[in-house]
């Protein structure tokens, strides 16, 4: 694929490049990252996704774009909120993936001395894994409230405050969720797994403040040097994978009769309004709110993991919680005009100015506190990328090194990790992974989020 270069962070499919495109598509990324990405479909699958009926604006790819279900993991597409489509392959097998981090009144000389038996603790606490059950014994009801309140639900049990609340993207809660729309089975899968981490890239980690870019900003999350924060990265379990296969699967189907066609079956969709697109938006929205109370439901145990090491008088507050995999109806500038539109964002973070945005690492890298810029809202309807990006496939990522040896090479960095298997350590190794600062520099050399901390890692919990 011949890409046009913009500038030194951004590249252009121009709509011509392939019969059916209705817009161009716009990848950031630097030309070090641009050979990455070069790597396997992800730019083929962004061309395709400007194909979408209704996409409005430009298809867009974020600098950790990668090689996903239909879109690229990394993508971003908006659509006309009256005459668009959803599609679930925009969304993700794990809605709501997302990201929170807590700050803390505890400093790294403190923990370190602890650190052990704080990540043995927090292991204990909070279940990872495949197959690793919640602690949590909820009734069918209650299932049914989570999907429609979100924390809220958490909330009124007494497992966190309206300050968590307050913090959390939506409040954690997207109207309009109908339990009804999900599965028996999908059910079945999410109510073992409420509280719980997961397996594959999710993870738990206690990180310290490395560095500060912005002194003020910081200064406003009570953030400063040496500062222990945790960062929580999960989502909807196998609740919202469930749901995207159910719809995905079903949509497929009721394409024909909507007389939709694209070049690619993962990019199944329906339009908006019909049946169908309000049907999985329901389940969707039921699922993000699930992810919502799952990331409150695991703070609360860590909340408990640190007070029992280090005492009642230890607070950990939620700085912010954003979603990487959902589908939104919002409001933004198309061509001049304010004009309501879903905005599909998969593998990527909403980054509206001002809000804390979160590029996680790899266990033994560096992850990212950034702010929204008002760049963002102009040119990706206020989103940027959500991580590093993969650059190994997991089987390729495992070959040639052993869990052992990654263990003590990050425990020779002062890094502690727990991990459930052995997968869980050698397929999410760090040079799996895109170089982070590279990503990062893109997504502030473009505008799109600034640079407000860097965090470091010290205690790891993996499934």
Known sequence: MQLEKIDDYRWLIPRTYKAGMLTDAVVYASEP?????????????????????????????????????????GGVAAVDGQDGVVSPGGVGFDINCGVRLLNSNLTLKE??????????????????????SSRLNISDNDLDQVLQKGPQWAVEHGMGSEADLDRTEERGCIAGADPDAVSA???????????????????LEVQYVDEIFDEKTASEHNLVKDRIVVLIHTGSRGLGHQICTDYVGQLDVT???????????????????????????????????????????????????????????????????VAHNIAKIETHLVDGK??????????????FPKQPVFIPGS???????????????YET????????????????????????????????????????????????KPDAYK?????????????LASRVARLRPIGVIKG
């Open 33 to 73: 990252l641009l050979e990455a990405i070069r790597r396997d479909q992800s730019l083929e699958q962004a061309a395709n996704v400007a194909m979408l009926p209704g996409i409005v604006g430009r298809a867009l790819a974020m600098p950790d774009i990668h090689q996903g279900y239909g879109f690229p993991i």
């Open 111 to 132: 923990v370190k001395v602890k650190l052990r038996d704080l990540v043995h603790q927090l292991f204990r606490d909070v279940p990872s894994g495949t197959g690793q």
């Open 185 to 203: 089975r999908a059910k079945q899968r999410g109510k073992p797994q409420l509280g719980t981490l997961g397996s594959g890239n999710h993870f």
């Open 255 to 321: 394409m024909r009769r909507y007389g939709l066609d694209l070049p690619d079956r993962q990019l199944a969709c329906a339009p908006i309004h019909s049946p169908e697109g309000q049907r999985y938006l329901h389940a969707m929205a039921g699922a993000a709110n699930f992810a919502w109370t799952n990331r409150q439901l695991i703070s609360h145990s860590v909340r408990g993991a640190f007070q029992r090491l280090f005492g009642e008088a230890v607070h950990l507050p939620v700085i912010y919680d």
């Open 338 to 351: 304010k004009k309501r539109v879903l905005v599909h964002r998969k593998g990527a973070t909403r980054a």
């Open 363 to 377: 266990m033994g890298t560096a992850s990212y506190f950034l702010l929204g810029q008002e760049g963002a809202l």
């Open 381 to 428: 309807f206020g989103t940027a990328c959500h991580g590093a990006g993969r650059v190994l496939s997991r089987s390729a990522a495992k070959k040639g090194v052993t869990a052992k040896e990654i263990q003590k090479e990050l425990e020779s960095r002062g890094i502690i990790v727990q991990s459930l298997t052995r997968e869980g350590l050698t397929e999410e």
């Open 435 to 447: 170089d982070i600062e590279a990503v990062v520099d893109v997504v502030q050399g473009a505008g």
